[in-house]
């Protein structure tokens, strides 16, 4: 190897690596090939004839059978008008329309149970809202911005100064929708 040059050691390392490739190429290719089907032996045929006879004195096939009489099943489904379903007519709906739940006025003051018949475990405690004590301090709120310099504050973000009235530039441009319209300053 000392006696070659460079671009001799380049053409053969390419060489070595086309042949590597075409080899890799063939391998991958076969493995995609479908095997032949190879077809099974048929078994051999045997000279042997089988005799086939019919017993005339057995029974007889053209006696009475039992009459088979088939009721033909009914399809004609009856409508059924439980959820109040239209299913005629021009205007047809999938669900009747929705009705409110009417109760007695038995049944709405009656503590021990709700309007639906659930029983309640605990009877609700009577609270008299005269006199419940207001908090006579009221929890103030610390904001993490403070104004400064008559800026609003709104929560997450520092401070906004007041830079006045909103403008409104107008551009120009020749319709085109792929140029820049406007400066940007």
Request: a negative charge; hydrophobic letters at 25%; one cysteine or more.
């Amino acid at each position: 190897m000392k006696n070659m040059n460079p671009k001799m050691k380049k053409w053969l390392t390419v060489a070595g690596g086309l042949a590597l490739c075409v080899i890799l190429v063939v391998l991958i290719g076969q493995r995609f090939q479908t095997p032949n089907p190879v077809d099974a032996p048929l078994p051999s045929q045997s000279s042997e004839v089988s005799d086939v006879t019919v017993d005339p004195s057995g029974p007889d096939s053209t006696e009475k059978e039992k009459e088979v009489t088939v009721t033909p099943p009914d399809t004609t489904q009856p409508v059924s008008t439980d959820n109040g379903a239209v299913s005629s007519g021009t205007e047809q709906t999938i669900q009747g329309d929705v009705s409110k739940p009417e109760y007695t006025e038995e049944q709405l003051q009656d503590p021990t149970q709700k309007p639906n018949g659930e029983k309640v475990t605990e009877p609700p405690a009577a609270v008299d809202h005269d006199k419940v004590e207001q908090p006579k301090e009221t929890p103030k709120q610390e904001s993490s911005s403070k104004p400064s310099n008559g800026g609003n504050s709104i929560p997450g973000f520092d401070n906004v100064p007041n830079l006045g009235e909103n403008q409104v530039i107008e551009g120009k441009s020749d319709g085109d929708i792929n140029k820049q319209v406007g400066t940007m300053d």
